[in-house]
């Protein structure tokens, strides 16, 4: 029956196969680790790849343990988002689909065998065809694509990575807002209540006649716009929050999570290194993935610049078996079958692949520019908003601390009237939330300094604001 030659057909297809890259990319976790490494360089927390209900399960129970009733810092809150983020865990299965094709491609053309039997009347004949059936196309071109393949697979894997980094910095970034906005509510809320106090002894006081009705009001509205503010403060603070805890992952009851009423303290200064444009050439993830891009597109053009003038291919490899009359012939089935272009299309393809590749390659050029440029930002933000948060805190406060506890010992002493004292806790006020408001934007300025670097979403504005 001729065996040998139909295994030996099925063997060269077999032999296409690349089993080192098929035994990397068929791991259920293929590129994570990658991903791992590489968040935990850049923002100091390590990614979970949850893949079965076991999995889920176990980072439930985590979590619990990690926020549920206490108040979390901002390296919880973003390893937390970087094992329960939904969203974060549909990137990491766009990795597993990648590595999917990688292992298809690796595996290289697929035989197929079909089997056939007839007979004609009056004359017993039954033909027993065997084929083994595999893309000629395929088989010459696996390496090539197999090395095209890889390449995609590891800018899936850079892609996994950006997610992770974006996530991290947004997260960190949300709760920097939240803490910085119930500390902006807390210093209200202080003002408030001593204001509140004044306001009921201008009461006491109009009733002996003490304290005009003019005066009176004005406590009163001082009080009420403090009121107004406070509530505001508070609303934006819980918005903040939930922000966060979006990002998270959390909700129902899991939502039982605290944030500080304050940002850390200054540090002495600023934590962005000068070398900071440097750092984000080496480290981007988005410029990484712009060289792979090219990588790519060269080998894609290589590979259709050797098959431009055959759009399809296969070779049938086999042998025909057939009796008749008590007698059996073997016949060896050898084709090739092939699909000319209507045109050639050598030109066009050469001329698309190389204004793809400049395509590709002045795009990287420009993301360069742009992360030059957003590292520079960064590092300018860092140290200026450093040096404003200082000055509000070694310069602003003390001075206002001295005119309040001046303007207290001059109205109990009756040397200033209660207006002049309401002007004064105003613009206390004022300064304390402006010295809170330069600290949060210092804080989001480092953490836009990790998004120059790495690759995350870069938002500097002023004020911190987006």
Not at 24 to 52: H, I, L
Not at 192 to 211: I, K, N, P
Not at 387 to 403: E, F, G, M
């Amino acid at each position: 029956m001729k065996l040998p030659l139909m295994l030996g057909a099925a063997l060269l297809v077999a032999a296409c196969a690349n089993p080192a890259v098929i035994e990397r990319a068929k791991a259920d976790r293929a590129g994570f680790v990658s991903v791992e490494e590489g968040a935990r360089k850049a923002v100091g927390a390590v990614p979970v790849w949850n893949q079965s209900a076991a999995d889920i399960e176990a980072t439930e129970r985590r979590v619990h343990a990690l926020v549920h009733g206490k108040t979390i810092s901002a390296d919880t809150a973003v390893q937390v988002a970087l094992i329960n983020n939904r969203a974060l865990q549909a990137s990491f299965a766009e990795l597993g689909l990648s590595s999917t094709d990688l292992w298809e491609v690796a595996m290289g053309p697929v035989p197929t065998l079909g089997v056939s039997v007839s007979g004609l009347a009056g004359d017993v004949t039954r033909t027993l065809e065997a084929t083994v059936a595999g893309a000629l196309l395929d088989l010459a071109t696996t390496k090539p694509r197999t090395q095209l393949a890889e390449v995609r697979f590891r800018q899936a894997e850079l892609a996994a990575l950006a997610q992770t980094i974006d996530l991290a910095v947004e997260t960190r970034r949300a709760w920097i807002e939240s803490v910085g906005a119930f500390e902006a509510a807390a210093l209200i809320g202080q003002t408030h209540g001593t204001a509140e106090a004044a306001s009921e002894l201008a009461v006491q006081l109009g009733r002996t006649g003490a304290m005009n009705k003019a005066d009176q009001a004005r406590e009163h509205a001082f009080t009420a716009e403090l009121a107004a503010e406070r509530a505001a403060a508070r609303l934006e603070a819980q918005l903040a929050k939930e922000k966060l805890l979006r990002l998270m992952g959390l909700w129902g009851s899991a939502t039982t999570v605290y944030v500080p009423d304050a940002l850390p303290a200054l540090p002495r200064g600023p934590r962005a290194a000068g070398n900071i444009e440097q750092q984000a050439l080496a480290n981007r993830v988005d410029l990484a993935a712009g060289k792979l891009e090219l990588q790519a597109i060269a080998l894609d053009y290589r590979l259709t610049g050797k098959t431009r003038m055959v759009s399809d291919a296969a070779l049938v490899a086999g042998v025909e078996l057939e009796r008749a009359n008590g007698e059996t012939e073997a016949t060896p089935a050898l084709a090739l079958d092939f699909e000319i272009p209507l045109y050639d299309t050598g030109p066009l393809v050469s001329k698309r692949g190389r204004m793809a590749y400049l395509q590709a390659a002045n795009t990287l050029a420009q993301q360069a520019i742009d992360a030059r440029s957003d590292a520079r930002m960064a590092y300018k933000a860092v140290t200026g908003r450093h040096n404003i948060a200082r000055h509000w805190r070694d310069q602003v406060l003390p001075l206002r601390r001295q005119i309040d506890e001046e303007a207290l010992l001059s109205y109990n002493g009756m040397l200033t009237s209660t207006f002049e004292l309401i002007a004064d806790a105003q613009e206390g006020l004022d300064s304390r939330l402006s010295a809170a408001e330069a600290k949060r934007d210092y804080w989001l300025a480092e953490t836009e300094a990790t998004a120059a670097i790495w690759g995350g979403s870069v938002t500097l504005s002023k004020g911190g604001e987006e």
